[in-house]
């Protein structure tokens, strides 16, 4: 059987079903090739639920903090399995609404694992997409364009076996089925940090060994020691500098023991389980991109600024081709490769304008240029910090910690970066990726009345400091 589409879809994540319903209001033909389930990473395995969990968790801090408010809350417990059971229920209302939205755009689905063919009696260019149904007949798909949108998976280190039972990725500790008494956290990214802050919050004894000289390496440094030193108030233990002897790591009944090298130093660390979150690797194997002339890099499919592979008709999206892995990135690139496709001229991705946020207490969230970045590209810059302790509104809402850091070139005033550490810091954002996507001088950003009182005041207030002008500090 073969059907004939404009476009056909390789992963029905937020890059896949993203692009399919933009291409289907632009009224392309569509069909999207899904193995597992409609949503992806993001809906299933990432940022939904782990986000629900980390409420679930603020809600039980709260709790404990209540008296603080004047609320008494007594005995109170706490449930993971309720909190597991909320996390899907969100999941699930979310799975709903996407194929409701397929369903209306009238995009094909084809539940199965899609490969990419070579040129062959169904077109003489490659693309064609095979795909292998369970008890149904294969369907070969025969689309004018693809787009590959199939994601990434988590890595793990070479000698280091993920059994899903003692040693974890995010995958698998997203589906615990009861709290283990102590974690080890290999790797201090974006991953190993919310599940630390959420672990820590839920009393599990957390240690995070991180191989780099310190966490969140990709984040401006100032961010960077602040999260850690709130994570360690809160009892979280920070190990950077280690090397990991992943082949020497030795399970027994409830415990994992892994040995790391610190300062040239064997140590041994123990815990009940293991969660390793070092990066994700691109899900490209048996996919096909061997029958095409598409290339890689590292793992990556290569693409340009539109997504299109060296196959003009075939396009990458999302964490298949690297960059920042974020499900909103994915999902822009799927709208700027429908775009081209239909032969529009959408404007590229500004690296520099996109939004990064980490949902730990407390939250961070970023756009533009760290500190050390603007330096490197020879920015001579001026720097505004303000704290939330300075902030009414943060004061109000008994959430204090962190600031935000503005950077700005010093001669041109042109804003370079915004860094947030603190509350609802994955929501103020925005108004700083705004700023940047409208190459706003910090001065601006300054001049823009905010409302009191908000946390928002923290923004016009840092980019007051950068100029030597903050009102409150
Ligand atoms: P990451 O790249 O953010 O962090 C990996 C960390 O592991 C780094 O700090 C690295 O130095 C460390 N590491 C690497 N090898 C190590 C080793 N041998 N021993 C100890 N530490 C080691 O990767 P991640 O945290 O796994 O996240 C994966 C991707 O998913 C990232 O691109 C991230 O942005 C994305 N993500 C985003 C969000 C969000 O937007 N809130 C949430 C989760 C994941």
């Known amino acids: 059987m073969a059907e004939d589409y404009d476009l056909v879809i390789l992963g029905g994540g937020t890059g896949g079903y993203v692009a399919a319903i933009r291409a289907a209001q632009e009224g392309l033909k569509t069909a999207i090739v899904e193995r597992d389930k409609m949503g992806g990473t993001c809906l299933h395995k990432g940022c939904i639920p782990s986000k629900s969990l980390l409420r679930s968790a603020e809600v039980l801090r709260l709790t404990k903090?209540?008296?603080?408010?004047?609320?008494?809350?007594?005995?109170?417990?706490?449930?993971?399995?309720?909190?597991?059971?909320?996390?899907?229920?969100?999941?699930?209302?979310?799975?709903?609404?996407?194929?409701?939205?397929?369903?209306?755009?009238?995009?094909?689905?084809?539940?199965?694992?899609?490969?990419?063919?070579?040129?062959?009696?169904?077109?003489?260019?490659?693309?064609?997409?095979?795909?292998?149904?369970?008890?149904?007949?294969?369907?070969?798909?025969?689309?004018?364009?693809?787009?590959?949108?199939?994601?990434?998976?988590?890595?793990?280190?070479?000698?280091?076996?993920?059994?899903?039972?003692?040693?974890?990725?995010?995958?698998?500790?997203?589906?615990?089925?009861?709290?283990?008494?102590s974690m080890i956290i290999v790797g201090g990214g974006v991953i190993g940090v919310e599940w630390a802050s959420m672990l820590i919050d839920f009393g599990v004894k957390v240690t995070i060994l991180e191989y780099g000289e310190r966490i969140l390496p990709t984040e401006d440094r100032d961010i960077a020691r602040e999260a850690a030193k709130q994570l360690e108030a809160r009892g979280v233990t920070i190990i950077t500098n280690v090397d990991i002897q992943a082949d020497q790591v030795i399970k027994e009944e409830n415990k994992v023991l892994l040995t790391g090298l610190v300062n040239n130093e064997s140590v041994q660390f123990e815990a009940e389980k293991l969660l390793v979150c070092v990066g994700r690797a691109a899900n490209t194997k048996d996919i096909g991109l061997k029958n095409t002339d598409i290339e890689s890099e590292n793992g990556f499919i290569k693409v340009n600024e539109f997504g299109q592979t060296k196959e003009s008709h075939i396009y990458a999206i999302g964490d298949v081709i690297g960059g920042l892995q974020l499900a909103h990135v994915a999902s822009h690139e799927g709208i700027i490769a429908v775009e081209h496709i239909l032969g529009h001229q959408p404007l590229p991705i500004n690296p520099d304008t996109i939004p990064s946020c980490i949902y730990?207490?407390?939250?961070?969230?970023?756009?533009?240029?760290?500190?050390?970045?603007?330096?490197?590209?020879?920015?001579?810059?001026?720097?505004?910090?303000?704290?939330?302790?300075?902030?009414?509104?943060?004061?109000?809402?008994?959430?204090?910690?962190?600031?935000?850091?503005?950077?700005?070139?010093?001669?041109?005033?042109?804003?370079?970066?915004?860094?947030?550490?603190?509350?609802?810091?994955?929501?103020?954002?925005?108004?700083?990726a705004i700023a940047k996507v409208l190459d706003a001088a910090s001065w601006e950003v300054a001049q823009t009345i905010h409302p009191h009182p908000t946390l928002s005041e923290g923004l016009s207030e840092a980019a007051l400091a950068a100029n030597g002008k903050a009102i409150h500090a």
């Open 65 to 181: 903090e209540a008296s603080e408010y004047g609320v008494t809350a007594e005995g109170v417990s706490f449930d993971f399995s309720a909190a597991q059971a909320r996390k899907q229920k969100v999941v699930e209302q979310l799975h709903k609404g996407v194929q409701a939205l397929m369903k209306r755009g009238k995009i094909d689905i084809y539940q199965g694992t899609g490969r990419i063919l070579g040129p062959s009696i169904f077109s003489p260019t490659s693309g064609t997409i095979s795909v292998e149904r369970e008890g149904e007949e294969n369907v070969m798909l025969i689309g004018k364009n693809v787009i590959i949108a199939t994601g990434s998976s988590a890595r793990t280190l070479p000698d280091l076996t993920i059994d899903g039972a003692q040693i974890l990725t995010s995958d698998h500790a997203l589906k615990l089925e009861y709290l283990p008494a």
């Open 360 to 432: 730990s207490y407390p939250e961070i969230a970023s756009v533009g240029l760290t500190e050390d970045a603007s330096k490197e590209k020879g920015h001579d810059i001026k720097v505004g910090t303000f704290p939330f302790q300075a902030i009414g509104k943060a004061l109000v809402q008994g959430e204090t910690n962190g600031f935000v850091k503005l950077i700005a070139d010093k001669e041109t005033d042109d804003l370079l970066g915004v860094h947030i550490i603190g509350p609802h810091a994955t929501e103020l954002i925005s108004e700083a």
